[in-house]
């Protein structure tokens, strides 16, 4: 427990709070499995509906204010996109937070930054403002882990087109991209809150500090929305790609087929069975038929270059 003394200006670290402190500003951080540290006669001003929430980290993302409690959960996110709960609430002058085990780091950090900087928790609101931001922190760190993803993707679809593990990794960047939109998209009605001036817990600087959220939260969900259509893209485009390789065999087929056409004519000509063929009986008829067949196909196949169709002319070049 963190509290702020209002009259020293300095923050205290206790283990446990025996009667209710009504100057500055008090951090309560819990395990999940440290219910019974809640102090009891804050436990007992509690909504019972609050109450049973505060411990249920399960829950979907949840905003909720009865009289001067407020309540809400926060999901934060793994480095294999996992999601992680929390659950907060604000009682007149106590922040209650209760986390599992490994989110322990992400808050420990955060009473450092409190217990080196006594001013930044003179308040709930800035205890709230510094939680939300160190969340922002780690889903701006998983937008750029997308980034670094996406660039590695779209190097793959070069390099490997027919690659169908490149499809598969998409489809599942798409899959997380939607939880994480899941995970956002409750904090705009929290922010929300927060920007109102009647907000009961608000503070002189009110404007710059939900004004620094808004700013983190249009940040990602911009950023999200870019991903969506840009993971689109790199599956378009390995489609592309692939039926243009398609393409480019089919007609290097077709024109194997063309060559071989006059050639097959010829053969199938002189395979006959007239009686009077006057180049059957010819000393070098079949030389003849040989050259004519091959330089048949050599024309047709030195047209198809000229043209551009097989390969690239000079002209072209």
Not at 45 to 73: C, G, M, R, V, W
Not at 160 to 182: C, G, S, T
Not at 192 to 204: G, L, Q, V
Not at 270 to 287: Q, R, T
Request: glycine share 4%; charged share 20%.
């Amino acid at each position: 427990m963190l509290v702020y003394n209002e009259s020293t200006g300095e923050i205290e670290e206790r283990q446990e709070a025996g009667v209710p402190i009504k100057d500055g500003a008090v951090w309560i951080c819990l395990n999940l499995e440290e219910h019974d540290r809640l102090p009891s006669f804050l436990e007992q001003t509690i909504h019972p509906h609050i109450k049973k929430k505060l411990f249920d980290l399960e829950s979907i993302p949840t905003l909720a204010q009865l009289k001067n409690q407020l309540f809400f959960s926060l999901t934060a996110i793994g480095k294999d996109l996992t999601p992680i709960n929390c659950t907060i609430l604000v009682i007149e002058n106590y922040v209650v937070t209760i986390l599992k085990s490994n989110l322990f780091n992400l808050f420990s950090k955060i009473k450092e930054s409190f217990i080196e900087t006594p001013e930044s928790m003179t308040n709930p609101f800035k205890i709230l403002y510094h939680i939300l931001n160190a969340f922002f922190m780690l889903y701006l760190q998983q937008v750029d882990t997308i980034a670094d993803k996406f660039q590695d993707l779209e190097g793959q679809v070069f390099k490997w087109p027919f690659e169908n593990d490149i499809a598969r990794q998409v489809y599942r960047m798409k899959q997380h991209l939607h939880r994480f939109r899941q995970i956002i998209e409750p904090l705009d009605a929290l922010i929300t809150k927060m920007e109102d001036p009647d907000f009961p817990y608000k503070d002189e600087d009110i404007s710059f500090y939900s004004q620094d959220l808004r700013n983190s939260y249009n940040r990602i969900v911009q950023a999200l929305d870019q991903f969506s259509g840009s993971f689109d893209g790199i599956f378009n485009l390995q489609m592309s790609l692939k039926a243009d390789h398609t393409n480019t065999i089919v007609k290097t087929l077709t024109l194997f087929s063309v060559i071989f056409i006059p050639m097959t004519f010829i053969a199938g000509l002189y395979g006959m069975n007239f009686k009077y063929m006057p180049e059957l009986n010819w000393s070098f008829g079949y030389f003849y038929a040989l050259i004519l067949m091959f330089g048949v196909g050599a024309l047709l196949a030195f047209y198809f270059y000229l043209k551009g169709w097989w390969g690239r002319s000079k002209k072209q070049k």
